[in-house]
């Protein structure tokens, strides 16, 4: 029997179970926080920030009372400081750098207080940049994520018209329909892309796909540059069976949805469900789906625990919500009755064994691949082997006035904070060559 | 089991640690508590004539780390301001509950021999073992010329110290003030005087820190703030050095001291009892933590005298005043370098450029293209700053590497003008 249903759970026990995850540090906890950094030496925690934040910096000036200052250093560096400081796996950027967990195996709390500073300056409602006067130079950014957002920013500043386009009906890409709900309640997505457009000159269109709505032939003549952040728009399949059969759906368009619901009652949710990969997709939807209410939770790996890329912080996160994640095993068959998944076959990798898990919902979060736009005759965009569009230091393609960044690129990574700095880095390109 | 029992100028104590004279000991329900915590001894807050003073609201400025650590306590109230007689029945009632532990009576009364004369009988009828001359409050008592504006003087100390020993038979112990250049010159006056003891020190003349949205000093007062005296732990050091100063003195030196100035642990006692202090007392800690941080202070007392093989407090009683010198015998011929123990360095690098922008460029910041820390000996002076921006205990430490074989102070160096021959 199919068990998908809606509200599994009472709102007040939804409200609670999608309640800010990781809540903010109150004023005595950020002093206690901040007096732990060492301000030391050409720091290792600024280097292993994709962004380079000057961290001792940000954290002396919260130690001083000095919040504008301090979040003032975070935003010069990254734009969306504040998304990443709920978002990024600190525990293999910057805090596995600190200096701290050699001796005492606790390192400073830099990602609780880069949100400190950051919420402070949103909720004082202060812009800290200002435009410079217009240059007249036109540039196209095609894709509104963090890449994207980064770009164009960083681009409104220099003084150039930005024209952001975009596929979906709001911006902020997987910020807005990705990240799990718990990073980012009270709608800080949104509220952050806000205050990146008011800093002015960054026009927004919606709902106009590259490739459909335009074309980029279309943008490198109409405009001076263009910068492409896509992200990832397609999804691996499992390749086992028919994936049409109700219950079964790739993890993203289940987070997406349960993202975007106004009421999370009325999202669907298994009694049972498997979540098929290793990464945080993965961890997400099967954290997010223990806690809409499902009754068991399986999160199934082909490798061990050391080969995923959803780190140790995150595997704890899922296990402690509940889930139950079972390692080398890879997904032979799918299972089904009347049109609908009842359950998955697995083959452990290590002895053969087959079992079997019953499921009425089963999420696939196995990767998600580069969707290339038809860029119409003549333009063509050089690809890396790993099928996406290959770029230089600069985040230039192959096509001259062309740039793209985030994960349309895959530079490894695929984490917020290196879209944001891919695109910071190929406005500082783009700028270069409007100047120039 | 060590004897850690006290005897201050013939005052006897179950242990050497009093409370100083200030709110703790106040009154006589704080003062019980505290005997009951177990301190051996309290100066009671000081006496002065009626009417009594006027206190203001708030009375404290303080300095804390980033724990909120209190290193530093500032405050601006006076002596009691309950009525003279209340406080002399309540220290009868505790001395007669409590025999065996010191009782001391802190006064602060006008620079005038009648005064001091109607006080101390008043004083002496309450069977206390002893007066504390407050010659140290440095702020509203020295505008009416009393307390730091006394102890100032050293005609003065000297004068008020006689009348106390000739019209009463208890010992005088005089208070000093910090807040003055030399220390040794008020000292000599107390000694000249007849005084039996010194304690020191009272409080700092200081301003807090200014509240930059009142634009007014800490504590404000509605809209006003005044200086006001400083103590705690910052404040011991700068009393360690008085301490010291009186103790290795030909003319002071003998003179009981009781030692005063951020207690807040045993160690801290410790420190003062082997630069000569009989005893210690303690206000700050006490106001910060409650009088249970007593236990602690006795408990590390008697396992340091255990571990050390020390049965009496006599047996280390100034046992570092010979090695406190002046600069200029300290052997220039001494050389200690900087070594980092690379198994507890966590590469914070702050020994480097400390040593790099403010000292002698001695700690490279990489090897083999790697971050690491080491120390160039011929470049290291052994100042030993970077052993102290370490935040790693015993990571950096200063290592002697001269032969041991030589000695030459400032006073026969080349280098100085006036040298004398070496013997
Ligand atoms: C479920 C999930 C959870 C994640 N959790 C984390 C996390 O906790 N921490 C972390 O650091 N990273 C996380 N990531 C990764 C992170 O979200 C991405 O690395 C990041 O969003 C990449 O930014 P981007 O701008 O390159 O792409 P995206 O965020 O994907 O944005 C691309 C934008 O381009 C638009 N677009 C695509 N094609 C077109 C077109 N043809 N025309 C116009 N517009 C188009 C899309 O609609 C989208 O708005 C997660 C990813 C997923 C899927
Ligand atoms: C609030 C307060 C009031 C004080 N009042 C007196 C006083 O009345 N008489 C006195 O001799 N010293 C007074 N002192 C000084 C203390 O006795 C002591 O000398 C000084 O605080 C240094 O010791 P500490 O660092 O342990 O606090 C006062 C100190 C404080 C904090
Ligand atoms: S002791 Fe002084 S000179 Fe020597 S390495 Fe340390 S800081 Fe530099």
Known sequence: MNEISPARLSSGELAENFSDAHPRLNPQQALVASDRCYFCYDAPCVKACPTSIDIPSFIRKISTGNLVGSASDILEANIMGGMCSRVCPTEILCEDACVRNLNEHAPVDIGALQRFATDHLFEAGIQLFERKAPTGRKVAVVGGGPAGLSCAHALAVEGHDVTVFEAREKLGGLNEYGIAAYKVPNNFAQREVDYILAVGGITVKTGLALGKDIQLADLRRDFDAVFLGLGLGAVRSLGIGDESLKGVEPAVDFIARLRQADDLAAIPVGARVIVIGGGNTAIDAATQAKKLGADEVTLVYRRGAENMSATTVEQDWAKTNGVRIRYWSKPVAIESAGGAVTGMVFERSDTGARFTLAADMVLTAIGQVLAPPSLGAGDVLEMTASGRFAVDDNQATSLAGVYAGGDCVGNGKDLTVAAVEDGKIAARAIHARLTA | ?423
């Open chain 2, 1 to 423: 089991m060590a004897d850690i029992r006290g005897n201050f100028a013939g005052i006897k104590s179950p242990n050497p640690f009093w409370l100083a004279s200030a709110p703790p000991t106040d009154k006589y329900i704080n003062c019980r508590r505290a005997y009951e915590a177990g301190w051996g001894g309290v100066v009671w807050k000081t006496l002065g004539e009626d009417p009594p003073v006027v206190n203001v609201s708030s009375r404290y400025g303080a300095w804390h780390d980033g724990n909120r650590r209190l290193m530093g306590l500032n405050n601006i109230e006076l002596i009691t301001d309950r009525p003279l007689d209340i406080n002399l029945q309540e220290i009868k009632q505790l001395k007669s509950e409590f025999p065996d532990r010191a009782l001391i009576v802190s006064l602060m009364v006008p620079c005038e021999e009648e005064s001091w004369k109607r006080i101390l009988p008043l004083v002496e009828a309450t069977g206390a073992d002893g007066i504390e001359l407050n010659f140290g409050c440095p702020h509203g008592m020295s505008e009416r010329g009393m307390g730091a504006a006394v102890g100032q003087v050293p005609e003065y100390v000297e004068m008020v110290t006689r009348w106390c020993k000739q019209h009463s038979r208890m010992p005088v112990i005089v208070k000093l003030t910090p807040n003055i250049t030399n220390v040794l010159n008020p000292a000599r006056a107390a000694v000249k005087g007849g005084a039996d003891a010194v304690s020191l020190i009272n409080t700092i003349n200081s301003i807090m820190g200014i509240n930059l949205d009142v634009m007014a000093p800490e504590p404000v007062v509605d809209g006003k703030g005044t200086h006001g005296g400083y103590c705690g732990p910052a404040v011991k050091p700068i009393a360690l050095n008085m301490v010291a100063e009186i103790a290795r003195t030909a003319d002071t030196r003998h003179i009981p001291i009781s030692g005063i100035g951020g207690i807040t642990t045993w160690r801290d006692a410790v420190e003062f009892m082997v630069l000569g202090a009989g005893n210690v007392q303690v206000c700050t800690a006490a106001m910060t933590y409650g009088f249970r941080i007593v236990e602690e202070m006795i408990d590390g007392l008697s396992q340091f005298m255990d571990q050390r093989g020390f049965a009496t407090l006599d047996d280390f009683r100034g046992m570092a005043i010979p090695n406190v010198t002046d600069w200029n015998q300290l052997n220039l011929k001494y050389v200690s370098k900087a070594r980092i123990n690379q198994d507890l360095c966590i590469q914070c690098g702050r020994c480097h450029i400390a040593c790099e922008d403010t000292s002698h460029q001695a700690i490279t910041a990489e090897k083999d293209g790697k971050r690491f820390f080491e120390v160039v000996d011929s470049e290291c002076v052994g100042c030993n700053l970077c052993a102290h921006v370490c935040p790693v205990p015993e990571c950096i430490t200063m290592v002697q590497t001269d032969a041991g074989t030589e000695y030459q102070n400032w006073t026969s160096h080349p280098n100085n003008p006036m040298r004398v021959a070496a013997e």
